[in-house]
């Protein structure tokens, strides 16, 4: 069985991964070069994900799409499993979004030049200052009514469990007074774990649980600030660790 998987994978399904790669990059550079960043942003790579699911055999599922409202903004925030992590929510999300991403991935030849032409907001963790401009960046991507998305903690498992969280994502939500929404993510950590090359095909599961709202939360100092910050991580680590598989859970 590993030896037909290896065989489909090289025959199969890396040329048409690459092929719908350079493709959908392409698409995606000219149309917003052209002027058309809100729809060639989001539809190519969406479709380009769920072209990427299918060839690699692995059945999705969805829940609680129905817990978002159109037109408005979000910070998404999910579990970390693996690289498919991506191609799960870019295309079954539904939802425009843009990308926080590592500064790595700028230099993957056509995908890193798409990415920033579609407005998507790299990482850049060499200084405070320059952390700081990175937020900035995607706060003022927000004002213009779209939504974020990131994995708060920062890579890739490499156990299927949750990790620490990091702050910024919780810091952006409150400046903007915008909803977080917790994304599940189960099964893309035995499609392809942390330091394999090999596909495995492996059903996955989407699972997007209700809004946390922060129009309301108001720190009178520093301490208060950090406490508020802490609660909604904690309540929205919760939410994502509810929705694991048992295998994944850490509890």
Same mark, same amino acid.
């Given at each position: 069985?590993? !030896?037909?998987?290896?065989?489909?994978? #090289?025959?199969?399904?890396?040329?048409?991964?690459?092929?719908?790669?350079? $493709?959908?990059?392409?698409?995606?550079?000219?149309? *917003?070069?052209?002027?058309?960043?809100?729809?060639?942003?989001?539809?190519?790579?969406m479709w380009w994900?769920?072209?990427? *699911?299918?060839?690699?055999?692995?059945?999705?599922?969805?829940?609680?799409?129905?817990?978002?409202?159109?037109?408005?903004?979000?910070?998404?925030?999910?579990?970390?499993?693996?690289?498919?992590?991506?191609?799960?929510?870019?295309?079954?999300? /539904?939802?425009? #979004?843009?990308? #926080?991403?590592?500064?790595?991935?700028?230099?993957?030849?056509?995908?890193?030049?798409?990415?920033?032409?579609?407005? !998507?907001? !790299?990482?850049?963790?060499?200084?405070?200052?320059?952390?700081?401009? $990175?937020?900035?960046?995607?706060?003022?991507?927000?004002?213009?009514?779209?939504?974020?998305?990131?994995?708060?903690?920062?890579?890739?498992?490499?156990?299927?469990?949750?990790?620490? !969280?990091?702050?910024?994502?919780?810091?952006?939500?409150?400046?903007?007074?915008?909803?977080?929404?917790?994304? $599940?993510?189960?099964?893309?950590?035995?499609?392809?774990?942390?330091?394999?090359?090999?596909?495995?095909? /492996?059903?996955?599961?989407?699972?997007? /649980?209700?809004?946390?709202?922060?129009?309301?939360?108001?720190?009178?100092?520093?301490?208060?600030?950090?406490?508020?910050?802490k609660k909604l991580?904690?309540?929205?680590?919760?939410?994502?660790?509810?929705?694991?598989?048992?295998?994944?859970?850490?509890?």
């Amino acid at each position: 069985m590993r !030896f037909l998987i290896l065989s489909y994978q #090289i025959i199969v399904w890396l040329p048409l991964f690459l092929l719908a790669t350079i $493709t959908t990059a392409l698409i995606v550079s000219i149309g *917003c070069l052209l002027g058309g960043e809100r729809i060639f942003s989001f539809y190519p790579g969406m479709w380009w994900s769920k072209f990427t *699911c299918f060839i690699s055999l692995c059945p999705i599922k969805v829940k609680g799409r129905n817990n978002l409202k159109k037109n408005q903004s979000y910070i998404f925030i999910a579990n970390h499993q693996g690289i498919f992590d991506i191609f799960l929510i870019y295309g079954f999300l /539904h939802i425009p #979004i843009k990308w #926080i991403m590592k500064q790595s991935l700028r230099k993957i030849p056509f995908v890193g030049k798409a990415c920033e032409d579609a407005g !998507f907001i !790299f990482v850049d963790n060499s200084s405070p200052q320059a952390a700081a401009r $990175t937020i900035q960046k995607a706060e003022e991507k927000l004002k213009n009514g779209v939504s974020v998305a990131l994995f708060p903690e920062g890579s890739r498992t490499s156990t299927g469990k949750l990790a620490k !969280f990091k702050k910024g994502a919780f810091q952006m939500a409150v400046n903007l007074k915008l909803p977080i929404v917790p994304v $599940t993510i189960n099964g893309s950590f035995d499609v392809m774990k942390r330091g394999s090359v090999l596909l495995t095909p /492996h059903k996955m599961e989407l699972i997007i /649980h209700n809004p946390i709202e922060t129009k309301d939360i108001v720190s009178e100092n520093l301490r208060e600030a950090a406490e508020n910050i802490k609660k909604l991580s904690d309540v929205s680590k919760e939410k994502i660790e509810h929705g694991l598989w048992e295998r994944y859970n850490s509890s």
